[in-house]
């Protein structure tokens, strides 16, 4: 199926997509200042510009669009049936440099917390995720989290493994 929209038209709407502030950073950023947590955001010092930095707690977090970084399984990452080399190239990009900030920052010693745009972007998981990543923000756990929806919608702490990749690293429960 063709676009339907002209280049110029199509050119103005990825524009307009947002990089910094958007409505999933917003709510993790209300909810943390909420439960007394001070921060800083998109910090240009660090490797990839974390969304929210816990200087306090030497933690970072990112919040990543499930559609920009990849996430597998998800019903809101799903490739354009146009031009799927560019976004297949695009996305793994992504992915590549999520990999390389997470090893820069945790080499400078800093706690790695990814939390993806779909555990906060629907009411029914927002909660206990957004609870979930305040206790791992201020619990003793030192590993990098990656918070993701198990396929059933139960939200749970999937723990990296020794290779940490953005698709190989994630256990479900224990298995994949």
Same mark, same amino acid.
């Given at each position: 199926?063709?676009?339907?929209?002209?280049?110029? $038209?199509?050119?103005?709407?990825?524009?307009?997509?947002?990089?910094?502030?958007?409505?999933?950073?917003?709510?993790?950023?209300?909810?943390?200042?909420?439960?007394?947590?001070?921060?800083?955001?998109?910090?240009?010092?660090?490797?990839?510009?974390?969304?929210?930095?816990?200087?306090?707690?030497?933690?970072?977090?990112?919040?990543?669009?499930?559609?920009?970084?990849?996430?597998?399984?998800?019903? +809101? +990452?799903?490739?354009?049936?146009?031009?799927?080399?560019?976004?297949?190239?695009?996305?793994?990009?992504?992915?590549?440099?999520?990999?390389?900030?997470?090893?820069?920052?945790?080499?400078?010693?800093?706690?790695?917390?990814?939390?993806?745009?779909?555990?906060?972007?629907?009411?029914?998981?927002?909660?206990?995720?957004?609870?979930?990543? +305040? $206790?791992?923000?201020? *619990?003793?756990?030192?590993?990098?989290?990656?918070?993701?929806?198990?396929?059933?919608?139960?939200?749970?702490?999937?723990?990296?493994?020794?290779?940490? *990749?953005?698709?190989?690293?994630?256990?479900? *429960? *224990?298995?994949?």
């Amino acid at each position: 199926m063709a676009d339907e929209m002209t280049p110029e $038209q199509r050119s103005r709407c990825m524009a307009a997509i947002k990089g910094k502030d958007t409505k999933p950073e917003m709510i993790v950023r209300k909810y943390l200042f909420s439960r007394g947590l001070r921060y800083r955001v998109n910090n240009c010092k660090l490797p990839g510009s974390p969304d929210i930095v816990l200087k306090k707690y030497k933690t970072v977090v990112f919040i990543d669009g499930c559609f920009w970084h990849g996430h597998e399984g998800c019903k +809101y +990452y799903r490739l354009p049936k146009t031009n799927v080399d560019f976004w297949r190239h695009k996305i793994a990009m992504n992915m590549a440099r999520d990999y390389a900030n997470n090893v820069d920052l945790r080499i400078a010693g800093w706690r790695v917390i990814r939390v993806w745009e779909c555990a906060v972007k629907t009411k029914a998981l927002r909660e206990e995720s957004l609870e979930l990543l +305040y $206790q791992k923000i201020v *619990g003793p756990t030192r590993k990098p989290i990656s918070y993701a929806p198990a396929p059933d919608n139960t939200l749970i702490a999937a723990e990296p493994t020794e290779s940490y *990749g953005h698709k190989t690293d994630i256990r479900y *429960g *224990g298995n994949k």
